[in-house]
Structures are given as structure tokens and as C-alpha cells.
């Protein structure tokens, strides 16, 4: 009896090629029964139908994704809900909006008509939520106040600023959504970038928007120039002659002549008024300290061009006889 070859899996070519014809049988079938159950009507299903908004793009603007689909739940020949449901060809409802900032919704009641007529010959049976949320708001054009970040720049030491900023030009337009352009409260921050400035400075600086809100504004300036003016204090002390008020005969300081300093910075250009100015230390003994038996020093005058001035000593110790 001849011997029967087997495959590598065991198997031999005479069950192998039943098991092909089997398989391709099962196969048919199937297809056969899928193509024979699409074509039957009656299904039901619930898709995401593909949507878009039309608006005057020019004067308003989204501020959030708008919704790129809705869940209707349609019945239909089965060829047509597998199209839609894999949203093969399918083209996309347009909900026209005519004043989008008047609402931020839409009841999907009111598109039911509407929205039947153009999926037909499919039949809509309920739109599956009851409304359809958006954010779009008008676009408008607003003048700002630059203002300078102070975060943005240092000054060397004993450097002041004569008076605030100078910009030029003197106001910066933004244009974009509503409620976005109210966030900056009618300013616009300039960030300088400089470090201990020791001089006076006149800069261009490139104006920009923060990443999160330049996909919705545009300025109309590209730059701004910057002007600030410096002033030097100048380091200086004094010594001061002692003026005693309201002092009984038998009240005396305890040390006899003492030596009051006083140490301040001066405005540069305030430097020739100062030398013709005379210092007072001011020993009021009404307003002694009753409980220690100290006054304190007060500087008579003080002119608005000095800064930081200090006393040394600050207090002085009574004597009584």
C-alpha cells in the first residue's frame, strides 16, 4: 500500500485542502449574509454626525473649540448607517449663526426639521442631547495704556526715577474678542529687560502677547519706545546744631554737648541748595519719654530732594537736677 505524505503540521494534503474548501464555504456564507443583512431597512443605530458653524468670521470669533459633531440616533437601510457611522462621504450639517454672541447654545430641538430633511433618505428619530453649546463672542478694537512691568527692570544704586515713564506711542490698539481684550483692564504691560540701569534710557521694545492669547489678538504696533529718566542720590551727612524746646531749667541732656549726625542721600541736582541750607536736631521735651526718661531726634528742615535720612544718635538721655 503506498504511503500518504503529511505536511509539515501533520497534516495531510487531502484534509488540508478539505479544510481550505470549509473555510472558504464559511467564508462566502458570511460575506453572503452580511451583503443580504445590509441591505435591509428597519436598523437603528446612533452615530456622531460631522457638523459645522457658518458666521461672519471677520467680526466675531471662537474662544473654545466649537463641537465638530452631534449624536443623532437615525433608522435606515443598512448600507446608509454603516456610512454614516463610520462617517464615510458624509457631509457636514451647517448651522448658520446670525448673531452667535446672542446665545452661547443651541436647543437641537430647533434643528430637528431641518437637520431630518438632509440626512434623508435616512430618518432621523431624536437628536440625542437637547442642546448644542458654543463661545463665540464680537471682535473689537480696543485702546490701551502701555504700562511698565516693574518686574521687568532693576536701577543701580542710589538711582531714582525723575517721573514715571514716557511711551511713544502713547497708546497701543489690540484687537479681539470682548471678553478677552477686558482682561487687560485698559493696560498693556512692557517688560523691558534691562538690569541696573545706571543712566537715562530711550528703548524700542518689541510688543508681543502671552502664547495663551495670541491665537486670538492681533496689535496693531509692532514696537513701543520707552523713556525713562534717572536721577543720582548722592551719599552726605551733617552735623546738626541742637535746638531744645519746651526744657524746664532743671532738665539737662545727661551728656553735655553731644555729637548728632545726620546721614542722607541728595538728589545730584540739589546739591548747591543743600550747602546753603541749615540743619536743626529738634529736642521737644514735651514729647519726652516719661517711662525711660529719652527724647528722641527730630531733623528740621527736611527737603523733598533728600532720602533716607537717619540720626545717629537717634535718642538722647534726660538729666534731671
Request: aromatic share 8%.
Amino acid at each position: 500500500m503506498p504511503e500518504t505524505k503529511k505536511s509539515s503540521s501533520g497534516i495531510s494534503p487531502k484534509k488540508l485542502s478539505n479544510l481550505k474548501v470549509v473555510v472558504l464555504c464559511v467564508a462566502a456564507a458570511t460575506t453572503f449574509w452580511i451583503l443580504n443583512a445590509l441591505n435591509k431597512d428597519d436598523y437603528t443605530t446612533i452615530v456622531d454626525f460631522p457638523i459645522e458653524f457658518n458666521y461672519d468670521q471677520e467680526n466675531f470669533m471662537a474662544i473654545k473649540p466649537l463641537p465638530e459633531s452631534v449624536p443623532i440616533e437615525i433608522s435606515g437601510n443598512g448600507w446608509d448607517l454603516l456610512r454614516k457611522y463610520f462617517n464615510i462621504n458624509n457631509t457636514a450639517f451647517t448651522i448658520e449663526l446670525d448673531r452667535p454672541d446672542n446665545s452661547n447654545h443651541l436647543l437641537t430641538a430647533d434643528l430637528k426639521r431641518t437637520f431630518s430633511e438632509f440626512i434623508s433618505p435616512t430618518q432621523l428619530i431624536s437628536m440625542v442631547d437637547d442642546s448644542i453649546h458654543y463661545s463665540i463672542e464680537p471682535l473689537i478694537t480696543a485702546k490701551l495704556t502701555p504700562v511698565l512691568d516693574s518686574a521687568s527692570y532693576t536701577l543701580a544704586k542710589n538711582r531714582r526715577l525723575v517721573a514715571p515713564p514716557t511711551f511713544e506711542p502713547s497708546e497701543i490698539s489690540l484687537r479681539g474678542p470682548k471678553s478677552l481684550v477686558e482682561l487687560f483692564d485698559g493696560n498693556f504691560p512692557i517688560k523691558l529687560d534691562e538690569n541696573r540701569l545706571d543712566n537715562s534710557i530711550s528703548k524700542m521694545v518689541e510688543l508681543s502677547i502671552s502664547k495663551e492669547l495670541e491665537e486670538f489678538m492681533q496689535l496693531e504696533e509692532n514696537a513701543i519706545q520707552v523713556n525713562l529718566e534717572l536721577v543720582a542720590f548722592l551719599e552726605g551727612n551733617k552735623r546738626l546744631k541742637i535746638k531744645k524746646i519746651n526744657f524746664p531749667r532743671n532738665v539737662n541732656l545727661e551728656e553735655e554737648d553731644p555729637l548728632i549726625m545726620m546721614y542722607y542721600l541728595v538728589d545730584e541736582r540739589k546739591t548747591a541748595d543743600l550747602k546753603d541750607m541749615e540743619f536743626e536736631a529738634i529736642l521737644d521735651y514735651s514729647k519726652r519719654n516719661r517711662q525711660d526718661s529719652t527724647i528722641d531726634i527730630k531733623v528740621n528742615p527736611i527737603p523733598p530732594f533728600l532720602d533716607q535720612v537717619r540720626v545717629e544718635p537717634s535718642i538722647l538721655r534726660l538729666k534731671y537736677e
